[in-house]
């Protein structure tokens, strides 16, 4: 226990993030491993167990194997748990463990609690987090209810299972379908195209989830009050409003044009949204044109909001960029949103996590492309998806190499866990130098 103890003080709260989500996913994977996991009641390759675990923990949902056809009730049941625990986040569900045993958090927890929901300060994390899970049982059941008059009909009772299953991953941000049975194997919610209804629950789940608890404990504290809101809630409630109507309009125009005209705006709308890292489709992404997955890469490697169940570059580093290209633009020394100054020190986060993010992908979807003698665009296709934790793909993820599944279960832990924490957690030392280096300019463009 002393030995434990010393341990876990050595470690930073952004260390911990990282061996949580780890843990859970090993876990997941040797309880989808037991034959009780699938529907023939076989072993499970680890390989299959792994990938699954980790787009389940990582709300990505990217799969080698049908959700519906492959996994039992069992199986199912663990990956909608494994979606839950990743949607909310480990550090979070670990601390709601703590809390009902009755335990004291100490301030080394409340701190890692701090950096797994991105909140603004220490101060009422426990009060936060308890909101986090009231708000998101609430959501979850009001989605499972209202997906209940579309699966009852076409399911009988296991229609209750689906509506569940499909609010808790729409919530979550995840992807995770069990469509399968019915109408083939990965095939998403494509059956569903000219359901308004189901499309815009499943978007509104999408949304809510995305946005971000501490965007939604602003807007519930304030109501409508959008001047009094916290600078970061105005950024992600208008920068995530121009994501769904500009994407739209130009999937309307350019996408499903032999589509009736309520259902083309459907898919328009729920195409605008799923990308940023819900992984729900309901059209053909093969048949896309080329400005149409190109777009739908844009707004994958976007994401959603920090603080949410979404995973990506977030919609607030794509915010912090455009208002430093702003600045520049306007020969200004700092960047500016809604009144208030940006910190440098933020602009070079967004920076960098712009180039990680970049390169990672790219660099992984060249290496896969190489391997699997694939085209280019397609493996970025993938790459993409997997690093903002989105799961839509152009179908060839099951086929691939476990190599290449390696790669895309990577690229899914660093987008769910987010690249600055892992560069934290392997860089956990302040350089504590006072020296300076002179100065000596370099042009740039």
């Known amino acids: 226990m002393t030995l434990i103890k010393s341990v876990k003080e050595r470690l930073t709260s952004f260390q911990i993030i990282i061996i949580g989500f780890a843990g859970v996913i090993l876990l997941g994977a040797f309880m989808l491993m037991l034959p009780i996991a699938s ?9 299959k167990a792994l990938f699954t675990s980790v787009s389940a923990v990582c709300v990505t949902g990217l799969v080698v194997v049908d959700t519906a056809t492959y996994w039992s009730f069992f199986g199912q ?9 990743g949607g909310l986040g480990v550090i979070t569900v670990a601390s709601l463990m703590v809390m009902l045993a009755g335990r004291k958090i100490s301030l080394m927890q409340r701190q890692t609690m701090q950096n797994a929901i991105s909140a603004p300060q220490v101060g009422g994390i426990v009060k936060l987090t308890r909101f986090i899970f009231k708000i998101s049982f609430l959501i979850e059941m009001a989605g499972t209810v209202l997906l209940l008059p579309v699966f009852v009909p076409a399911y009988g009772i296991k229609g209750i299972w689906m509506s ?8 979550c941000n995840a992807g995770f379908d069990l469509m399968g049975n019915k109408t083939g194997e990965f095939s998403s919610l494509t059956s569903f195209s000219a359901n308004g209804y189901l499309s815009l629950v499943i978007s509104m789940l999408i949304v809510i989830g995305g946005i971000g608890f501490v965007t939604w404990k602003d807007v519930i504290s304030k109501k409508n009050a959008f001047n009094e809101y916290r600078m970061q809630t105005k950024v992600v409630i208008v920068t995530t409003a121009i994501l769904i109507i500009i994407p739209s309009i130009i999937f309307f125009f350019t996408e499903f ?31 896309m044109t080329d400005v149409g997955q190109g777009i739908t890469m844009i707004l994958m490697l976007i994401g959603g909001a920090p603080g949410s169940t979404a995973g990506g570059m977030k919609t607030t580093t794509v915010a912090i960029l455009y208002a430093n290209a702003i600045a520049v633009f306007g020969s200004k020394p700092n ?76 690229l ?34």
């Open 39 to 47: 529907r023939i009641g076989v072993l499970t390759p680890f390989d």
């Open 77 to 85: 049941l663990v990956i909608l748990i494994l979606i839950q625990i």
């Open 164 to 171: 569940l299953f499909h609010a808790v991953s729409a919530f």
């Open 257 to 287: 044009l032999s589509a009736p005209m309520d259902e083309r705006i459907y898919m328009s709308v729920f195409q605008a949204i799923t990308p940023r890292t819900a992984g729900f489709n309901t059209a053909d992404l093969t048949k």
């Open 335 to 410: 960047a500016n949103i809604f009144g208030r100054r940006i910190e440098d020190c933020i602009v070079k986060s967004a920076s960098t996590i712009l180039f990680m993010y970049v390169t990672f992908s790219i660099g992984a979807a060249t290496i896969i492309s190489m391997t699997e003698n694939l085209p280019m665009e397609t493996c970025m296709f993938e790459a993409f998806s997997a690093i903002g934790t989105v799961g839509l793909t152009l179908g060839v993820t099951p086929s691939l190499s476990f190599f290449s599944h390696i790669l895309l279960m990577s």
């Open 412 to 445: 899914m832990f660093f987008g769910r866990v987010g690249g600055l924490t892992i560069v934290f957690a392997a860089f956990s030392h302040k350089d504590k130098s006072i020296l300076r280096y002179p100065t000596e300019n370099i042009m740039a463009g």
